[in-house]
Each structure stands twice: as C-alpha cells, then as structure tokens.
C-alpha cells in the first residue's frame, strides 16, 4: 500500500470521519484511476486514452466535438488526445465529403482489439475495488450512487439559468438625408 493511499485512509478513519461525503467519493474515485491507470500503463495506454476507446468501443464514427462532450472535456483536450491515439495507430480521423466540416472519428483495427486487452483490466480493478464487500452492500452503494447522480443532475438544472436569446435586430439601412 503506498503512501498516498494510507494517508486517505488514515484521514477519513482518523482525522475527519464525518467529513463531506463528496470528499470520500472523490477520494474513492481516485483510487479507481490510479489503480486502472497502473494496469493500462503495462500496455502501453495512457489513462486519458482510455475514456475515448470505451466512447469510440461503443459508437465508432463520432464527431470530435460528440466526443468531448461524451468525455465530459473541452474540444482541444480531445483534440490533442485523437492526434495522439492517431500516431499510435488506435484511430483514424476522417472527413466525409459529404461534410468538410467536422472531423470523425473511426478506431483503427489495432485500436479496436485493444478492448480485448484493455476490458479485462477494468474489469479486475471492479473486483479488487469490491472484495469484502457483500453483495447486499454493493447493491445498496449502487442504488445510492445512482440516485445522488440523479438528484445532482437534477439540482444543476434548477441552478443553471436558463439561456436569454436576445431577437435579432435587423439594422435598417440608413435613410438619405433629405434635401
């Protein structure tokens, strides 16, 4: 066990065991990271690639833009990341004649057999994250999770303002001086 993780455990066990519970999900969250991101790096995959692959695993094809807001990250994160996962091979990005605009992305063979590879991975950080906890609880902690998930979406939408769109004011052409 490293460091970092005794010293969370040892502050919400010690320090502030009642703190905010957003704190304690943010910390487990990180656990989870770190543990897949040790397991994706003896492949070779950066953890930020991993999020675009499991988007692109499930629907291949997707604007840049479809994918930053799937990501939950801004346009020139995605960007950076699809130049990258298209020098390692994993993606092809692609115009359609039809529309020059938008950039789409497509995995490659090699990115889509990564999934073989890389599925198992996550899989086996789920089963280290759960071991010695009962099924009963895991099937609260899921319902649980899931119903905060949805109280906060709703809540953003009560705090969010709704967008003012101002008419569009035509300007009228000038009118002649009159003589």
Same mark, same amino acid.
């Given at each position: ?31 989870f990271?770190? !543990? ?50 298209e ?13 020059? /605009? ?28 759960? +071991?010695?906890?009962t ?13 905060m998930? +949805?109280?906060? !979406? ?16 035509? /300007?009228?052409?000038? /009118?002649p001086?009159? /003589?």
């Amino acid at each position: 066990m490293t460091n970092d993780t005794q010293n969370i455990i040892r502050h919400w066990r010690e320090a502030v065991p009642n703190d905010r519970l957003a704190h304690l999900v943010r910390d487990a969250s990180r656990a989870f990271h770190k !543990a897949l991101q040790v397991r994706l790096a003896q492949h070779g995959v950066p953890f930020g690639h991993w999020t675009f692959l499991r988007i692109l695993w499930e629907a291949d094809g997707l604007t840049q833009k479809e994918l930053s807001e799937r990501a939950g990250v801004m346009e020139p994160t995605t960007f950076t990341a699809m130049k990258t996962m298209e020098a390692l091979g994993y993606i092809v990005r692609r115009q359609l004649p039809t529309n020059k /605009k938008n950039m789409y992305v497509y995995l490659s063979d090699e990115g889509r057999a990564l999934k073989k590879k890389l599925v198992p991975l996550a899989q086996e950080t789920n089963t280290v994250s759960i +071991e010695g906890v009962t099924p009963e609880d895991l099937k609260t902690t899921r319902r649980v999770l899931l119903t905060m998930i +949805e109280n906060l !979406a709703g809540d953003e939408l009560l705090q969010t303002p709704p967008v003012k769109r101002k008419a569009a004011t035509l /300007k009228q052409p000038a /009118k002649p001086a009159s /003589k």
